[in-house]
């Protein structure tokens, strides 16, 4: 049978993919993937733009191969991204659904994070609409899947930033508080952190205490290291913000010129790392080969360096732990 | 028993480390690694310059907690790397022991490729002397490991290239073959050229036969496409070399004006990704805890994100093969 | 008298920018500055594909500012660029004639270096036809102006890269030949080896003679120095090219481990550096100024910081020299 | 009379250099250009630690040609930098004019801002010491020199941040304040606003009201852009900082989802660009002779791409205006 009568056997005739949540390098990526896929298998495809408030608003284009020529490389969302408040509503959702009747799109490919499944799971309940994820999100906090799609370009870009700061710092004998995103999980501000050499690294999952901080950086002056860098998770759980942190070295520590950097929104844009493309670009594949098979209500993602799926719900409930190994290979870098 | 007792008991009171075979950024980091771990473990820690060749003629240094601060985002080796014939004789490994036994060394740890490890088990059996690898080249093509070091900042050294190369071949509708490193591996080309968005990749592992890219390269030129790239590992099967290969092009398809670009060497340096500053934390840990534990003849490395280690004869023999699966997605990605 | 009332008065209403030979980053900055310059002055603008091939064959298409946005960053050129063996018949130039009447435009800016100007200067004197030029070339051998657009650019993709194999040059003992672009003028390879810290730089201007390069080698070698650096410009006086001047060396100097590199064509593509962006709007911006002023036959340029303009002609026939300083800066350097 | 004859002649026969003040990247390069230059024309040479406050302690070395490998690439600087107080005191200067002495130093390169060289007035007044000036600040707010050391990597730094930050901006149809460096001087500000393509640009030099600003950012809107970046200078006249003005608009406009981003430190560090590195070279150069050749009081620049000395007092006093030209280019970019 060839690939042209299995085509018009399927019931999934036309797909439609948004991005959803905070934007990830990585989503043009997994946008061009999901398009081509279809392309491959002969499937209309169409894109929504900002999530499901443009659904709502039914704000749909046709995408063709070549309407995603030139764009693995770009930051940002081709698609743009929103939160959606009316989503959360029943009525919202319903209008939601009539938008994709009416464009005849049989289902949904959702690039974004919990959130963003969490309103599909819902959405695939009610209207039993045929719906994959795919993680897209700098943070990593997603059960399911080793890496999401920008973690590896925001880990990139937080290290760099770190560097330059380090040599700033350590022309002035300074100990920098440089905070990273990731209000919730730790991934970034662990991982950047060891791959930075900071000298301390604070993350949500984890409370080290204030004291152990300061008795570190005390340590670490006494070794002779004249400047120090410690990495704060947005989240993380001392009580204290980053600036307040500062302050309280700063009046414990005397000996310490204190300086603060929030490395901020930048780590969410910047062109995709090779990682995270070539990642985007096979999730998207078997997302758009699962729903043509008949699947749902899965999310794709990678173990082992294999593309895998998992239930949706599962993906959202799971917990994706900090993996303690790292915390004491980060440990004994900072002896 | 306190750390302290444990280490008058164990019978690994100093490691040497070198690096060994071709360079690829991380091998600092993994230095960096293995000489703080020793000073947690309050193990001594010793330098070999310029791989086996440097042991046999005896060019060791002792290396401190502070040896090594500052170097974790340098790319090249500041223990230098070097490929030794001396070794490959008897007479030389005698050499090499003799310079290992007076420096009081009880333990090696090998920075290297294929080469390097081979060279090592010979000098394991002839000498009972205790050894760990660790995998660095930007090849990626040992068994064992998901990743060796430096392959991740290789990748994104040749990605960052080719969207450069891109940008004045889509500004001139030409078509460029860009020659990657890999000789007797696909990895480089396979997942640079899916990560750069190239038209065509042409590896060592497939011969995908000169008719075939023809056919593809002027389907795609059909398709309205102006610019085309084409990826090509400098071991590729098609028997021609990238020139011969663009010469070969040009005569076929005269609607094309090809150009080449072979990226070389640049692709062995730059700072190490976050992925690959990580990554030799990690391994670097491990290989000097294995050591203390008493464990001989085994290769770190990663897989699904662990660290675990494999037997290093197992390592050198086994295959790591590229993933068809991406074969396959690269295929869909340039419908 | 308003904006509006001269606007009127203006002989100038639609004015047409081109991107011709070579690409270089920037030129999208520049056409933004164009297209947003005329919108600014209520003039009309389109853009021409491909160069002067792209006008005679009709190919212009209308701009306003927001076909512009975010292209300041982009490497390469939306107009796409072409030389044009038409264009230099009569013939040819009076089509492209015939097509600006036919499209209603008034006037031209062409984006390009000495040729593309060459072409602009017998266009306006066989039909009185007002042409501004934007000099844009990596090569920097443009008369009139300090700065060539996309040469900043290109000096830092090419130091960047000579900093990455410097990395491996100095982990192997290595010496490397690294050709850069400039086929005629020695700018990039002068700047680029001083920036990268090289130890030889051979440029077309200067034939140092082989006898020379093979005394400072021996003499860097003695110094102590490991590893060295040598750029040499694509024309560079020696009589051979880069792998032959590899070889020489390496039969002449045995104790040296030789490599080459050609770094291609990746130092014409990349993200303008803030330097290429600004002057591309400072340079647009004057151009169609003058344009509308009633002025023609100038190219803009930078003269100690400040935009000028200079006879076009003036511009094609002058010579860009090396700044001997900068030679004579380079050789203390490698003392 | 040969090179050795004039050495014997001289009474410049040790120099030394120190940073100081905050540092800037290319700063390493100007250490390796006076180290090497003073190799040349055999002169030795010193390197003071931590600017005035080093030498006030006695905190210097001997640098040779080779103590300066491989740092023209760096970051920071190998001197370290400080401010001192101590220095302010007359009791200060008597201890670094002896501690000058005792080392049988005979002049002073000081590589850094405007209150670096006030006190090298001072100093050179009291105790008629030959002293030159290289600035390097990326302020760039030096009279006396185009640019000054660290200024163009600074803009570049900054554009690349705010390019990435323009791609999450645009994904969310969102607003961003991006505040740069430049306490006093809006030089990073307008040439990173204007080369990021920013919408708004607030800098010291210029109140442009914030009801002008209100209205810009209205009519931006109205005009389909989805997404601006204003980038605002540390010390912007408009009696706000960063995160007042952000919250002001958010009440006036609250169409607009507004965000901050405050780029810090990060802009002080990095690999210094091509044209720093290069500008580094030839200002040491130039530094070193003019003190062989017994003058003092001097700071070298920059002017039309030439090297020029200024008197030093004249370069303190003297004002570097913003290029009101790039103002106009600015506001006609963003029609």
New interface residues.
């Given amino acids: 049978m060839s690939k042209f009568d299995i085509r018009f056997m399927r019931k999934i005739k036309k797909i439609a993919v948004m991005?959803s949540g905070g934007?990830a390098?990585g989503?043009n990526a997994a946008i061009?993937?999901v398009v081509?896929?279809c392309?491959?298998y002969r499937t209309d495809c169409m894109g929504i733009y900002r999530g499901y408030q443009g659904l709502i608003e039914g704000d749909l284009i046709p995408l063709t191969?070549?309407s995603v020529?030139?764009i693995?490389?770009?930051?940002?969302?081709i698609l743009?991204?929103?939160r959606s408040k009316d989503f959360r509503t029943k009525e919202g959702r319903q209008k939601a659904y009539e938008s994709l009747k009416k464009n005849n799109v049989d289902a949904l490919v959702v690039i974004g994070g919990d959130g963003s499944f969490t309103g599909g799971v819902i959405f695939n309940k009610e209207f039993n609409f045929p719906i994959i994820g795919i993680p897209g999100t700098i943070d990593n906090d997603i059960s399911g899947t080793?890496h999401t799609l920008g973690y590896?370009t925001a880990?990139?870009?937080?290290?760099?930033?770190i560097?330059?700061?380090?040599?700033?710092?350590?022309?002035?004998?300074r100990l920098?508080f440089v905070e990273v995103m990731g209000r919730d999980a730790g991934f970034i501000a662990l991982?950047?952190g060891?791959?930075?050499?900071a000298e301390e690294i604070l993350i949500p999952e984890e409370d080290l205490g204030l004291e152990r901080m300061l008795e570190s950086l005390k340590k670490s002056r006494r070794?002779?290291?004249?400047s120090s860098i410690v990495v704060v998770s947005e989240g993380d759980k001392t009580g204290k913000n980053v600036f307040e942190l500062a302050d309280y070295v700063e009046e414990n520590l005397p000996e310490y010129e204190v300086?603060?950097?929030?490395l901020?929104?930048?780590?969410?844009?910047?062109?995709p790392?090779?990682?995270d493309?070539?990642l985007a670009?096979?999730l998207g594949?078997s997302a758009v080969e699962l729903l043509l098979d008949g699947k749902t209500n899965l999310m794709v993602g990678l173990?082992?360096?294999?593309?895998i799926s998992t239930d949706l719900e599962k993906a959202i409930k799971g917990q994706h732990n900090i993996?303690t190994?790292?915390l004491?290979?980060s440990d004994?870098?900072t002896?």
Same sequence: chains 1, 2, 3, 4.
Wanted: proline fraction near 1%.
């Fill in positions: 991005t934007d390098p989503m061009r993937s081509r896929t392309a491959y191969a070549r020529n030139n693995i490389h770009k930051g940002g969302t743009k991204s929103a080793s590896d880990l990139n870009t937080a290290v760099e930033a560097d330059k700061i380090r040599d700033t710092a350590s022309s002035h004998n920098f991982n950047a060891v791959g930075a050499g070794s002779g290291k004249s300086r603060v950097s929030v901020g929104h930048m780590q969410r844009g910047g062109s790392s090779c990682f493309r070539v670009s096979r594949v173990k082992d360096n294999k593309v993996d190994e790292l004491r290979v004994i870098m002896t």
